[in-house]
């Protein structure tokens, strides 16, 4: 996780249209001190688990199709999460390796009980098949062997996803230097962690070592509090809905600079209270903060990466 952390850290010091502002993070740091955010995974009570292996599959294909709810107004995560976990619960063997390279456009639709396409149809059906094919062809096709190779680190577990499934490679070319992410892996590692409770599948002695996964609601709740300023032509193109290239400078920007500051803001929290922070936690904080703001405004780029 090294290489999200100071390539990030590279973007926010040659950032032109987005700017971590420290005295925000000493604000939002303050504030924290004396009550360490706390959510629970799956507050919203909307993923399957059972305590196995199931678990551990239902998960990768849940963060397989993790990312751009936006283009549908209507569709959001809670879509995706619970309608997999009914369909895990009404047929058990829905996500077998051999059945995620099968599926459709239209079935997976049925799957999420949605009455039309959903946004980047085809690019999420083609994640399914090539996290299928690959299960089957390197893990005997199950996500927990993929998980128990991983000796128990976050960071050889993002790694050995973003080396075998292609559409987790969420990484790109800013200013002529490549620049790591890896929302949907880092994410995988994350969901372990929390719905093991830090146990079993999601034992990870190196939990530490994830960053936050750069979406496009963090970024947004970031700048509400202050610690992300943006640009005037940012703030309008956000403003008025334009949607954002993907690689851009904005969109690298955006992503990159949220990562920053909220590892910086991790480390002075750390400092102030001489607890451990997890970006992990404060992740799933700002995050469940963001969604239960219906008017915040979040940038908007076509992407399979969140
Ligand atoms: N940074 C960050 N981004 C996250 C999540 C999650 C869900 N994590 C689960 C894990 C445990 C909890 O109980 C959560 O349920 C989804 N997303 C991203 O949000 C966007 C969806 O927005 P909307 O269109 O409004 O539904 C989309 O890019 C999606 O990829 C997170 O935790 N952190």
């Not at 993923?47 to 551990?56: A, I």
């Not at 976050?154 to 050995?160: E, G, T």
């Not at 970031?222 to 943006?230: D, E, K």
């Not at 920007?253 to 750390?270: G, N, P, W």
Request: charged share 25%.
């Amino acid at each position: 996780m090294e290489e999200v952390r100071s390539s990030t850290a590279w973007v926010s010091t040659h950032s032109s249209h987005v700017t971590v502002d420290f005295s925000g993070i000493e604000k939002v740091a303050e504030t924290m001190k004396n009550t360490l955010p706390k959510v629970e995974w799956d507050f919203e009570g909307i993923h399957y688990f059972d305590n196995g292996p199931l678990t551990v599959q239902y998960l990768l294909v849940l963060d397989t199709l993790n990312f751009c709810f936006w283009p549908d107004e209507d569709l959001s995560y809670d879509h995706l999460a619970s309608g997999l976990k009914a369909t895990l619960e009404s047929d058990k063997t829905a996500f077998d390796a051999d059945r995620l390279q099968k599926y459709t456009g239209p079935q997976l639709r049925k799957m999420l009980n949605w009455p039309r396409p959903l946004p980047l149809e085809d690019e999420r059906v083609r994640l399914l098949h090539e996290v299928g094919l690959e299960l089957e062809r390197s893990f005997g096709g199950k996500a927990s062997k993929l998980v128990e190779s991983c000796d128990k680190s976050a960071a050889n577990l993002v790694a050995l996803i973003a080396s075998h499934f292609p559409g987790f490679r969420d990484h790109t070319v800013y200013k002529g230097h490549q620049i790591f992410l890896y929302k949907r892996a880092q994410i995988f590692a994350a969901d372990l962690w929390g719905a093991f409770k830090g146990q079993g599948y999601g034992d990870f002695e190196d939990i530490s070592s994830i960053t936050i996964f750069a979406d496009y609601i963090v970024p947004a709740v970031l700048q509400q509090l202050g610690v992300l300023r943006y640009s005037s032509s940012v703030a309008s193109i956000i403003k008025k809905n334009t949607e954002i290239t993907s690689g851009s400078e904005e969109e690298v920007e955006l992503r990159a600079c949220s990562v920053y500051a909220v590892e910086q803001m991790k480390e002075l929290i750390s400092k102030k209270t001489g607890k451990q922070v997890l970006s992990v936690e404060l992740d799933l904080w700002l995050w469940a903060f963001g969604i239960k703001c219906p008017s915040l405004q979040h940038h908007r780029t076509l992407s399979i990466y969140y």
